[in-house]
């Protein structure tokens, strides 16, 4: 018997599962959207989204792609000259990404905002408490006192001084309404999707087609590398990145990816 064979059907922590276990990404991942829908932090639709983005991550083999390392840089530049970077939250990215999601916004001096889908208080308090155990000091989206114009959904509800007057922000795993909006009230976009087709990372001004479990560890690491850059060599950086190259690249390796 091999050790791969002794990861319990039913993980109680995410230590038991063994890192160098060949389908080790995957498995975490589920145990942290189980673990979300537990705690009430993720929707039962999540686990849907889940299922879908685990797909697209198999057909890229599990890896950051070098278009999509490209883009992770590019982000990193973008909220490093942002006047009013906000990172958006739903209740995947609480389950999956709470402690990086605070450390990329502490790297760029950035906002958190809870945005959700389905919408509930006591969501919106799971997932803020959720992230203040992560070490989070303030976490917007309770306020919800203005709209995202043309939304007629419960994302549109955000805060004044969060998204509503963000200059950047980051959109990760949702369809592709909210960012269409976004992008309509002139915001710079950040959008981490593992589908290259789907509308959000179509509409965004970066477009990270990367699973989200490696792609913010990895913008922070961009973001602290380039800590002492100055302002021309971002600007570098993101008139370097080509948006339609990458999204082609991504729909490339899924589409002739050698697994
Ligand atoms: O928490 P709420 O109420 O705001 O609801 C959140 C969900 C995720 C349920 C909602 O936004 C939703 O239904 O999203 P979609 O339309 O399923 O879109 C999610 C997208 O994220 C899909 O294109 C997936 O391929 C992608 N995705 C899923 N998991 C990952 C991912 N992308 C990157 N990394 C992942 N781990």
Do not use: C, W
Request: proline share 5%; aromatic share 2%.
């Amino acid at each position: 018997m091999t050790d791969y064979d002794t990861v319990s059907a039913d993980v109680e922590h995410e230590e038991e599962i063994p890192e160098d276990h060949p389908r080790y990404q995957d498995l975490l991942t589920r145990h942290r959207i189980e673990r979300g829908v537990e705690k009430g932090i993720t929707h039962l639709q999540g686990m849907h989204a889940e299922g879908r983005g685990s797909a697209f991550d198999y057909l890229l083999g599990e890896e950051t792609i070098p278009s999509a390392d490209e883009a992770e840089r590019a982000a990193a530049a973008h909220l490093l000259l942002a006047d009013r970077p906000v990172l958006s939250i739903n209740g995947n990215v609480a389950a999956l990404v709470p402690g990086e999601m605070v450390e990329l916004a502490d790297a760029v001096d950035a906002d958190l905002e809870v945005n959700l889908f389905n919408r509930t208080p006591e969501r919106i308090e799971a997932i803020a408490d959720h992230l203040r155990e992560h070490g989070a000091e303030d976490v917007k989206g309770l306020e919800a006192d203005a709209r995202i114009p043309n939304l007629d959904h419960q994302r549109a509800k955000v805060d004044a001084d969060g998204i509503h007057a963000a200059d950047v922000v980051v959109v990760p795993l949702e369809d592709g309404d909210r960012a269409e909006a976004l992008e309509a009230m002139g915001k710079t976009e950040i959008v981490i999707d593992l589908n290259p087709l789907s509308r959000s990372p179509q509409v965004a001004e970066v477009p990270i087609v990367d699973n989200i479990i490696r792609a913010v560890p990895n913008v922070t690491a961009h973001a602290r590398d380039l800590a002492d850059a100055d302002e021309a060599e971002l600007r570098k950086i993101i008139q370097a990145f080509d948006r339609e190259a990458a999204l082609e690249e991504a729909e490339r390796r899924i589409r002739d990816g050698e697994l």
